[in-house]
């Protein structure tokens, strides 16, 4: 009795952490693959702004001109590189790690636990030399592993890998392999690799030394992939659109150790083996839940093509209404309702599948509401933005709610019909940087840079938990003249507009490549969002600033904007 209480606990361990890791490793997967290049957090924290209120006499005291661009470009530099969030090869590197135990909790791996151990310590006769195989077992995976990450970076370079991030042909191949790798985790079939290698590496594995037990572990490798080439093609694609040279390395290394340490741990201490779940049925229910979230992870891949070539398909109710879905049929399955053709009977519903049925509908209920326009914000990264939705239940989140009329002599907005899906309830956007001067010349008002993207993840965020904040919202529409420069719109400039950069000595052809141009010559950075704020002859009043979802932070930054051109009696 006691060992039945102690399997079904560590199993509940098991099941549990699964659903936390991967809903954790899948948001942060997404999350960066939006990211990447163009959507790095840039920290604002410890940046002196000018003044941090709208009092003139105030600002004359502090702000006594305006900040020069030479300035603001090296404060630009700095906020990239000194003040950027460290997120890069320590967060691969962990992601790698979510990804390495929740595959070793696959029908490909985890029953091979037992039966390695118990090689090891039957063939090298002795618990010392068990150990010692398995350290060299261990250390080969990972060897294994780590060269496939850099084989990815030689062979495609970090350049090439960063602009995959907001690539369109990229976004949508990856959508493809995440269905297709979904599919497979479902039941569909199987990917494997070829017979053929598998059993020439089996052979190899039969010679003695070190020679033998790496080509062991080369075939573990080959024979799993059914159950970890999903994941691994996941974190792969996901670690090299980081930009870092060596992140589909780090992130190997962290999916390899994570499958490695195990059979080393269980060669120390073999009566541990013992305390382990039996392999049954609730390993493949492993697979469909992975599964799924790989289906619904595609999604925003999807949607990211859809939006940066103006398709109109995805709405953000289109969206939601497939997540739902994807919610409903995953709860159903862990309560047992559905099953798939490879799946075991369930006798009973066990504590851990109640929790994750609970927490799966849970979920559904908070998307719901989504369908009637609520701003679901905890999702702000992950969906299309508000602007794509049809229907909204209340103006107070839609496009209904109209902003104010700006009398200006520019009746029509250049670029305006591109971006349409990216505007802002109660905003007046502007998307040529000309015109945004013009009208802050006629207006007597700074203009609010906003350098974003289709992609950018994070652009989202701000939007939906900083710019939503009433304070900042009533500022944006009444004391800022608001441009928007999309640095991933794809839309070509026309011939007479085409030029050379002289900062990156490429090719500038379309809107987006102009924006990016303009963001990196001007200020050093290559991140969004990133927030500058000028005056109407372009000169940069205080230093910019990047993601920082702290309200208090953002309204400080506009306040000393404000005053800043307040306090230069807005010269143009």
């Known amino acids: 009795m006691t060992d039945t209480y102690s399997r079904t606990a560590i199993k509940f361990f098991f099941i549990l952490l699964l659903g936390i890791i991967t809903i954790g490793a899948g948001t942060i997967s997404v999350a960066k693959a939006q990211s990447s290049s163009a959507d790095t957090l840039i920290s604002a924290d410890g940046v002196d702004f000018s003044s941090g209120t709208t009092d003139a006499a105030t600002a004359a005291d502090t702000v006594k001109k305006t900040v020069k661009s030479s300035e603001v470009k090296a404060a630009g530099a700095v906020a990239a590189k000194a003040e950027e969030k460290p997120k890069t090869l320590w967060q691969i590197f962990i992601q790698g790690l979510v990804g390495g135990f929740a595959a070793l909790i696959m029908p490909c791996i985890y029953p091979l636990l037992p039966l390695t151990v118990s090689f090891f310590t039957k063939k090298a006769g002795s618990r010392s030399k068990a150990v010692m195989h398995s350290l060299i077992y261990g250390v080969s995976i990972i060897i294994i592993y780590v060269a496939l990450g850099f084989l990815i970076t030689l062979l495609f370079g970090s350049d090439a890998l960063n602009s995959l991030a907001t690539n369109g042909i990229f976004n949508f191949f990856f959508f493809l392999l995440l269905v297709v790798f979904g599919a497979s985790f479902l039941g569909a079939f199987e990917l494997v690799l070829p017979s053929s290698l598998a059993n020439k590496l089996d052979e190899n594995s039969d010679k003695g030394g070190l020679a033998g037990l790496f080509f062991m572990a080369a075939t573990l490798v080959v024979v799993s992939f059914s159950c970890t080439g999903p994941i691994i093609g996941t974190l792969l694609v996901d670690a090299a659109s980081k930009g870092e040279r060596l992140g589909p390395a780090m992130g190997m290394f962290g999916f390899s150790a994570a499958l490695a340490v195990p059979f080393t741990i269980f060669a120390l201490f073999p009566s541990m083996l013992k305390s382990l779940p039996k392999s049954g049925g609730w390993l493949n229910s492993v697979k469909v839940f992975l599964g799924f ?280």
């Open 293 to 572: 979230l790989e289906l619904g992870f595609a999604l925003k891949f999807l949607s990211n093509v859809d939006l940066a070539y103006h398709w109109n398909w995805f709405d953000r109710e289109v969206f939601l209404s497939i997540w739902i879905a994807l919610g409903i049929l995953l709860g159903l399955y862990l309560l047992g309702k559905i099953k798939f053709s490879h799946d075991s009977d369930l006798p009973f519903l066990s504590v851990p599948r109640t929790f994750l049925a609970i927490v799966v509908f849970a979920f559904v209920m908070y998307m719901i509401p989504g369908l009637w326009g609520a701003p679901l914000k905890v999702l702000s990264g992950f969906l299309p933005p508000p602007a794509t939705q049809d229907f909204y239940l209340t103006n107070g989140g839609g496009s209904a709610d109209a902003a104010p009329k700006q009398a200006v002599s520019i009746k029509e907005k250049k670029y305006e019909a591109l971006f349409v899906n990216g505007k802002h309830a109660g905003l007046d956007e502007w998307y040529d940087y000309e015109q945004a001067l013009q009208v802050s010349k006629e207006l007597n008002k700074p203009v609010l840079i906003d350098f974003t993207g289709w992609n950018c993840a994070n652009c989202r965020k701000m939007e939906q938990e900083v710019w939503s904040d009433p304070g900042v919202h009533k500022r944006l529409q009444n004391d800022f003249v608001l441009l928007e420069l999309y640095v991933d719109e794809k839309t070509e400039l026309p011939a007479n507009e085409q030029y050379v950069s002289d900062f990156s000595k490429k090719k500038i052809k379309s809107i987006g490549n102009k924006n990016s141009d303009y963001e990196a010559k001007n200020f050093n950075v290559n991140s969004q969002p990133y927030y500058v704020i000028v005056n109407a002859r372009g000169d940069v009043l205080v230093p910019p600033q990047g993601a920082n979802y702290d309200v208090a932070n953002y309204i400080k930054f506009l306040d000393s904007g404000k005053a800043a051109y307040q306090n230069n009696n807005g010269r143009n």
